[in-house]
Structure formats: C-alpha cells, structure tokens
C-alpha cells in the first residue's frame, strides 16, 4: 500500500532563508508525487507534480522538488522564503492502483515565515 | 484548470441534522472527489463519484451516512446525514484535470453542535 510521510509538522524560517519540506512516499510501482499548498481558509492548489520524467520538477512561486528513488524522498524547497508563503503543505502520492487521480495525502507541514 | 464553487462555505449545524453540500464545476468532468479534513489534519478521501453510476466510498465511509448525487457532468452534492460533532470538519470537492492533478473548491466548514 502506498503512504506518505511529511517530517515535521511545523517548520520556521526567516524571510529571505531556504525553505525546505520533507516528503517520504511508500511505494510499491513508480509513483506519481505531488505538492499542494492551502493558505488560511483556502482549498489546496497544485504547486507541481512529478510523473516520472525529469527528477527535478519545478513549480509555481519558485519551488522546486527532486525526486529521488534510492532515498523514496520528493523534499520541497525554495531558495528564499517570502512572507507569502507562509501555509500549510501537503505531500500526495498516487501509484496509479486506484487510478492515478486517487491520491494519498501525507498529514502535511506548516510553514511560518517570519521577518 | 477548473473553478469549482462549493455551498455552503460554512456552517453550524446541530446533532442529529443533516447537510448537503453543492458542488459545481466550471467545465464537464468525468470524475469528482470528495475529501474531508478534520481539524488540524490532512485530507482523506471520501468517495469518487462518476456521472451515471453511484460512487465508490473508501474504507470507513458508507453511502447511509455520506449519500452523494451526480446528476451532470457539471455538479455533484454530498450529504452528511445524521450529524455529531465528529462530523465537524471541512468537506472539499476536487475534480482531476489531468493525470492526477487535482483542482480544489474552497470547502465547507461545517460545524457540529
């Protein structure tokens, strides 16, 4: 059975600082791997997804993810931290059994950026 | 992409009650998706629901408690019935625009007194 697991449920930073956003999936095919993010009393927009072509997928707002099969990881990370991107991050999975549409959220990583 | 429009947004509702929540998309799609997100947690999926057939639940969810419709291709509602306050969460409605890529409504935040 697919999972993913997301290490930390809060993460802080400064503004200006590198963000990163870990992301481990369970797998047993090649997975589809997604990252969402909600802000405050929003619904989860799509901020980039890997489908198993290049392994470093970049996204919108600047973040950019790798995948990296060895380590079963897919990290979120931003070069600098804007106040703007304070929200809550959600890992997803998909190895298609389901159809790859059905997607595994993991319980996902707050992110503050402070001044 | 998608804009999907959820109603209500919000709303505090007492046990024993029940809710439908709307859903409506801005384009025709094969497939809609209902989650919940009980407070402080992640998504779970409830149910896929096509147009034409009634919907598949996940594990954990049953279609007495969690009736859903899809009368077009275009809409969707969900009913929470019979409502305690382990019901209190937000409902979210997705619908899958290309190989996974799921496009969200704003949810209804429900509230069980």
């Known amino acids: 059975a697919q999972s993913v697991t997301q290490l930390g449920s809060h993460v802080s930073v400064s503004e200006g600082a590198l963000v990163l956003l870990r992301c481990n999936y369970s797998s047993s095919v090649p997975p589809y791997l997604f990252w969402y993010v909600q802000y405050p009393n929003q619904g989860l927009q799509l901020l980039l997804k890997?489908?198993?072509?290049?392994?470093l997928v970049k996204g919108i707002n600047g973040f950019e993810a790798e995948f990296k099969k060895s380590e079963t990881s897919f990290h979120l990370t931003k070069p600098s931290a804007h106040m703007s991107d304070a929200a809550e991050y959600f890992c997803a999975v998909s190895d298609g059994s389901g159809g790859y549409n059905k997607l595994i959220f993991g319980a996902g990583t707050r992110l503050a950026v402070h001044p | 992409s998608a804009v999907i429009s959820q109603k209500p947004s919000r709303d505090i509702c007492q046990r024993g009650t029940s809710l439908t929540i709307q859903c409506q998309v801005d384009?025709?799609?094969?497939?809609m998706f209902w989650y919940r997100q009980q407070p402080g947690q992640s998504l779970t999926l409830i149910a896929t629901a096509n147009q034409g057939s009634e919907a598949t639940y996940e594990s954990g969810f049953v279609i007495d408690k969690f009736p859903i419709s899809r009368p077009n291709l275009t809409f969707s509602t969900l009913t929470v019935s019979n409502m305690s306050p382990e019901d209190s969460s937000i409902y979210l409605c997705?619908?899958?625009?290309?190989?996974?890529?799921?496009?969200f409504g704003e949810g209804s935040r429900l509230t069980v007194l």
């Open positions: 384009s025709q799609v094969t497939m």
């Open positions: 890997y489908t198993s072509a290049a392994t």
């Open positions: 997705s619908v899958d625009v290309r190989q996974g890529e799921l496009f």
